[in-house]
T-cell receptor, first 113, second 112 residues
Framework: EPEVTQTPSHQVTQMGQEVILRCVPI?????FYWYRQILGQKVEFLVS????????KSEIFDDQFSVERPDGSNFTLKIRSTKLEDSAMYFC???????????FGAGSRLTVL | GEDVEQSLFLSVREGDSSVINCTYT??????LYWYKQEPGAGLQLLTY?????DMKQDQRLTVLLNKKDKHLSLRIADTQTGDSAIYFC????????????FGQGTTLQVKP
């Protein structure tokens, strides 16, 4: 069964460092998403991406965050200068159509020290 | 605003049925979802229901949707210890843009 692949599974970084989280969505999907889950809290929407541009973003997704689809397969989330409160599990998801069934990756756990 | 609410904890005995409940505020969501998360793992799509359906059955899982009350439930028949996990209800936010709103998750504990 097709799956969404995320790397790394766990990253530890120092506060102020840049982090790039990578995702390979399902190949025929057109919509891509990032969500995050701070330990013990709800899963929160960050951003959706379609046709090489952001289609929606949440209040959390400020100027420190950016997304990119650098080639035909990868979808990345960059955090420019990490803060302690960025520590969370970050989930990538993709769907074939808008508001269709989302398939999530296994997540990338980010720990900011 | 958009919100999805769930009870936080449910404990059942192995072999019993489990019923996890969820309420949501936005009635425009085309699909409503149940995701399962095991400790340290990602979000596994368990099942979903299209908004024009009242019920969906998939082996041991039964989803009931009451659109009038904006209430969604997941019933797991013959609950097994392997079903112990956190179960998240999710619905689309207004406009069906693909932005999912998640509940806080229900921890299901299955006792042998």
């Amino acid at each position: 069964e097709p799956e969404v692949t995320q790397t790394p599974s766990h990253q530890v970084t120092q506060m102020g460092q840049e982090v790039i989280l990578r995702c390979v969505p399902i190949s025929n999907h057109l919509y891509f998403y990032w969500y995050r889950q701070i330990l013990g809290q709800k899963v929160e929407f960050l951003v959706s991406f379609y046709n090489n541009e952001i289609s929606e973003k949440s209040e959390i997704f400020d100027d420190q965050f950016s997304v990119e689809r650098p080639d035909g397969s990868n979808f990345t989330l960059k955090i420019r200068s990490t803060k302690l409160e960025d520590s969370a599990m970050y989930f990538c998801a993709s769907s074939p159509l808008r508001a269709n069934v989302l398939t999530f990756g296994a997540g990338s756990r980010l720990t900011v020290l | 605003g958009e919100d999805v609410e769930q009870s936080l904890f449910l404990s059942v005995r192995e072999g019993d049925s489990s019923v996890i409940n969820c309420t949501y505020t936005d009635s425009s969501s085309t699909y409503l979802y149940w995701y399962k998360q095991e400790p340290g793992a990602g979000l596994q799509l368990l099942t979903y229901i299209f908004s024009n359906m009242d019920m969906k059955q998939d082996q041991r899982l039964t989803v009931l949707l009451n659109k009038k009350d904006k209430h969604l439930s997941l019933r797991i028949a013959d609950t097994q210890t392997g079903d112990s996990a956190i179960y998240f209800c999710a619905a689309y936010g207004s406009g069906n843009t693909g932005k999912l709103i998640f509940g806080q998750g229900t921890t299901l504990q299955v006792k042998p």
